[in-house]
């Protein structure tokens, strides 16, 4: 009974096969009991050379030694011998002396893992030729046989030789357009020929291999499933590549109506061609053609709805007998986003209304013309019979959004189960500011009531955490290293955590109190030193002299805390002979709010009446006034502005160590340095650690912004609307980093930096002229690009703001439009057409009047551009009064 598992712990397979050979079903189920426990044992021992040299001859051993078709399926896929398995072919062998049906079986369940689970192809395929059952069509045998024929080119011939030579290619190629998310596979290598899936699976229908009606079927039906852009991009490849006939284009009409309403504009573009060729050809009844042409000209890309009304034009001019039908159809472009789509579509309707016999349709068209943006409607009041626009009232009402208000920090929570949980929520995700200081704060307080229930209410969240070892809370340091650990909130509620637990040594949490954080430096060491330095003295302090509760948590989301409450908290403190953390207090004093000068006077008179030292600082720091604003210079680095700032000298004094460098000049590096915070969850807490000094924050969080616009990184946006509904100054350093943000490559950033101008502007903090020429200064010198700044512009002034984009752009035009002065050879930004789309969308409905610098000689230039077309609509709106 040993010599098998001696052999097995020897890792010698080829013996341990031979041996197996000779044994009866019996025998074999004797061993397994003892193989069992040899791989519970190898679990835990260390990863070294003789546990590798087991697993292989025991992965063939455990298969061979079970009966059940469930048991020896779950074995040869376990994942602890996912990563040393015997070959293929042993497996085939030991196992192919079992009966066909229970073969099929362990093929079927194999073949039902998930891909991750990495069963080889080989062996399953091997198992089908045995067993001679149906070939699986599961997702990890069809993702299998794709890699398998990839991997075949060592046995010559082309990948079309090996499709025309399996067995089961007809059921393995249905099941491929079935399999989700293949298109990467399929599309590589990128050229059709015998050797690409496309190219192959093209010819093999061709040659009749497949059936043409059933992979045109498939083809379609898996463009109108969707799915990922590389997934539809390989199954339209395939189609075109099909070269559909007419007959075969019309027996899918429905399916090409549909394709062409929502479908990815690359797929729509394609049924769009088909769906022209049979319109064109007399092939498609009006009434279809109307129906799909509703639903394209209200897609938001520019290409679609243009081909589409090209299209309604050239089918008009043939057939003036559809007009009653199709011209309707045309008016819902009307109402699309971008004016020049309007114009066209207005052209159109002016061309081929008099071929309207019905009034109904007349109406309709007519109807749909007040949707026309102000300077086409009063066209279409002479041309379509529309309605005259209202009388516009007196004065143009800005309608922005409203600025969201701080919201009121909760109390920690009550019970220590009820900690926890929020705890867990909080590090399964990226902690805000408001569930980050109410779990931090939550921590303390428990921990200083009754540190031993809390730590039986933290059991199950602690459990998962990367610093809790399984052989014990105690057994490690991970926070002990020269990097540091505390990057970003969720790190600092992990180190509370991993202290409670005494995952971190005693002599660590006093190192790094007394030495400071380890913070390398660059632009964001000061913010990042302040925000650490508190979490590792609030963890020492949890150690050694356990804290009531935390001074610093603030009043509300922004980090403010108001004054009368820190004047009760030291009060407490006081009562209880509980001695301030400096970096607790510190904190607190730069949240503390000073701009109510009369809230802060009464505060600072009950701080100094509790007779501390604490309360005499508070009450010296609250009647010096409100808070002092650094100095700013801007400054060109390559194709950046950024920002410089002067020394703030209040915030050098009796203040620790670690925040001193806050109030220190800021300069811009020489050369762009990369530097690792790259936690772009942390910023907003930066911005609440000084929420009456924005410009501080934004200063160092400038060079992250410009990355936005100018290498095209993402995520550091989301510092923005904090700091818009941050207090304090909105000076250059804010106003850049808004400006680098409309200016980024990701819609996200973009939107974010939409919302931090919406904000500022709803708090009458927006410096329109500032923000404006910041913009221009920024195209002109290659940072920002014009067609990414006009799509943030057209999302800000569709939630009615009409009137303050036109005063961020009407600074920001003169600038890009001067360099057209030198003639008709001066070549115009890109873009710069739909920014003065925009721009004269903001006009009209604002109201604006006036002259526009360098506006007429853009109007006065040849042809019919996009830009020269914007430019005279915008000339017309600020210089002529819109008709009535």
């Known amino acids: 009974m040993s010599s098998l598992l001696e052999l097995v712990r020897a890792g010698r397979t080829a013996e341990v096969v031979s041996l197996l050979d000779g044994l009866t079903d019996a025998e074999r189920r004797a061993h397994f009991p003892e193989l069992r426990g040899l791989r519970k044992e190898l679990r835990t021992a260390p990863w070294e050379s003789a546990a590798r040299r087991a697993y292989p001859a025991l992965h063939a051993a455990g298969a061979a030694c079970q009966t059940g078709a469930a048991g020896v399926a779950s074995w040869i896929a376990a994942a602890d ?38 069963v080889p192809f080989e062996l399953m395929a091997g198992l089908v030729r045995l067993s001679r059952c149906p070939v699986p069509t599961t997702d990890a045998y069809v993702r299998g046989w794709l890699d398998h024929l990839h991997g075949s080119w060592q046995r010559g011939g082309t990948l079309l030789d090996r499709l025309r030579q399996d067995p089961h290619l007809r059921e393995l190629i249905a099941a491929l357009f079935e399999t989700d998310d293949i298109g990467n596979r399929l599309q590589w290598p990128d050229h059709v020929g015998p050797d690409s899936w496309i190219g192959a699976l093209a010819q093999l229908t061709v040659e009749g291999a497949l059936d043409r009606g059933a992979t045109v079927d498939a083809c379609v039906a898996r463009l109108l499933r969707g799915g990922t852009a590389a997934d539809q991009r390989a199954f339209l490849r395939l189609l075109k590549c099909l070269a559909l ?50 639903a394209v000209l209200f897609r938001t890309e520019r290409k679609l709805v243009r081909a589409q009304l090209v299209l309604l034009g050239k089918v008009l001019t043939r ?142 969240v602690v459990a998962r955490r990367w610093w809790d070892s399984a052989h014990g809370p105690a057994s490690g340091d991970g ?81 403010l805390l108001e004054p009368a409450e820190l004047v009760e908290r030291l009060d407490t403190y006081a009562r209880l002979g509980a001695r301030v953390a400096d970096t607790d207090f510190a904190q607190a004093l730069l949240r503390v709010r000073r701009g109510d000068r009369e809230a802060a006077g009464s505060a600072a008179r009950r701080a100094a009446a509790l007779g501390t030292a604490e309360g005499k600082r508070l009450a010296a720091w609250l009647t010096s006034g409100a808070a002092e604003q650094p100095t700013t210079w801007r400054r060109a680095s390559g194709r950046r502005v950024l920002v410089e700032l002067g020394e703030v000298l209040e915030l050098q004094e009796d203040f620790p160590a670690e925040f001193r460098s806050l109030g220190r000049p800021l300069s811009v590096p020489k050369e762009h340095r990369w530097c690792y915070h790259w936690e772009d969850d942390v910023r907003q807490h930066w911005s609440a650690m000084l929420p009456e000094r924005r410009e501080l924050v934004a200063a160092r969080l400038l060079q992250g912004l410009s990355e936005l616009a100018v290498d095209d990184l993402r995520g550091a946006a989301a510092a923005l609307p904090p700091l818009a509904e941050s207090g304090g100054e909105a000076g250059e350093a804010v106003h850049l980093g808004v400006a680098y943000g409309l200016g980024a490559r990701h819609p996200e950033d973009r939107l974010a930096a939409v919302d931090a101008l919406l904000v500022l502007a709803a708090r009458g903090q927006l410096d329109a002229g500032r923000l404006g020429a910041d913009l221009g200064q920024l195209v002109r010198c290659g940072a920002v690009k014009t067609q990414r700044l006009a799509e943030s512009m057209r999302t800000a002034a569709a939630t009615g703001a009409n009137a303050t984009i036109w005063s961020i752009l009407s600074r920001t035009l003169p ?44 109007a006065a230039r040849r042809g019919s551009s996009r830009l020269v077309t914007q430019a005279r609509r915008l000339r017309s709106a600020l210089g002529d009064e819109v008709a009535a």
């Not at 189960?417 to 921590?443: I, K, M, N, W, Y």
């Not at 721009?839 to 409905?845: D, G, H, K, M």
Request: hydrophobic share 45%; proline share 6%; glycine share 8%.
């Open 815 to 858: 600038e890009l439009l001067a360099d057209l002065t030198n003639g008709e050879a001066a070549t115009p930004a890109r873009g710069l057409g739909e920014l003065l789309a925009v721009a004269a969308e903001c006009a009209e409905r604002s109201g604006a009047r006036g002259d526009l610098p360098h506006l007429a000689q853009a």
């Open 479 to 559: 926070f002990g290293h020269s990097y540091g650990a505390v990057s970003d909130a969720a790190g600092g509620l992990d180190l509370l955590l991993a202290t409670l637990r005494g995952a971190v040594r005693t002599a660590t949490l006093h190192t790094r109190v007394k030495r400071g954080a380890n913070a390398r430096d660059c632009v964001h060491s000061a913010l990042f030193r302040a925000f650490e330095c508190r979490l590792w003295e609030v963890a020492y302090r949890m150690r050694t002299d356990p804290l009531p509760f935390l001074l610093s948590t603030p009043t509300w989301s922004t980090g």
């Open 81 to 118: 011998l996912r990563w040393s398995q015997v070959p293929p072919g042993v497996l085939l062998h030991v196992l192919g002396d079992r009966e066909t049906d229970w073969l099929a079986d362990v093929t079927h369940r194999l073949a039902q893992r998930p891909v991750s689970a990495w």
């Open 245 to 294: 006939t007419r007959d075969e284009e019309r027996e899918h009409l429905p399916d090409w109506l549909a394709l062409a309403s929502d479908a990815t504009s690359t797929v729509a573009s394609y049924a769009q061609s088909v769906l022209g060729a049979l319109a064109l050809d007399g092939e498609l009844a009006p009434r279809h053609l109307a129906e799909v042409s509703e």
């Open 319 to 460: 057939d003036a007998s559809a007009a009653g039908e199709l011209l309707p159809a045309v008016a819902q472009a009307f109402g699309h986003e971008d004016t020049d789509v309007q114009e066209r579509a207005l052209k159109l309707a002016e061309r081929h209304v008099r071929k309207v016999d019905s009034v109904p349709a007349r109406a309709d068209v007519a109807i749909a013309a007040e949707q026309l943006s102000p300077g086409l409607r009063a066209r279409a009041v002479v041309t379509l019979g529309a309605a005259p626009a209202g009388p516009e009232p007196s004065g143009h009402e800005e309608l922005l959004p409203p600025a969201p208000r701080p919201t009121r920090l909760a109390p920690a929570a009550a019970s220590a189960v009820e900690l926890a949980e929020e705890v867990g929520a909080a590090l399964a995700s990226e902690p805000g500011v408001t569930d980050f200081e109410r779990a931090l704060d939550g921590l303390v307080r428990h921990a200083y009531r009754d540190s031993e229930s809390l730590l039986t209410a933290l059991e199950p």
